[in-house]
């Protein structure tokens, strides 16, 4: 193989993974915890906070409190499942791209 296609190869697999982690920053991922919902997308910022009402005593604001942080890092997680798949294949033996 000689340097002007493996250089095409490279550009080809750099806007490919692009392509993934553009994917992945338009996608917003749904963490749950009991009656608390967020909604966070690709890029790890959070988007809707939504949290079940009728359920919710207001003296257990501690406990709301936990289960917004399990909710956050239920969809933070999922993004760093989607990230592994879409972008993992690119990145073997390279911690840390992404």
Known sequence: MNLQAMMKQAQKLQKDMM???????????????????????GKKELLNVKIESDELDR???????????????????????MTEQKLGKYTQGMPGMF
């Open 59 to 81: 003296d257990d604001i501690e406990a709301l409190q936990d289960m917004i942080l399990v909710a956050v890092n239920d969809a933070s997680h999922q993004v760093d499942k």
């Open 19 to 41: 392509s993934a982690k553009e994917e992945i920053d338009g996608t917003t991922f749904v963490g749950k915890s009991s009656f608390v919902t967020i909604e966070m997308n």
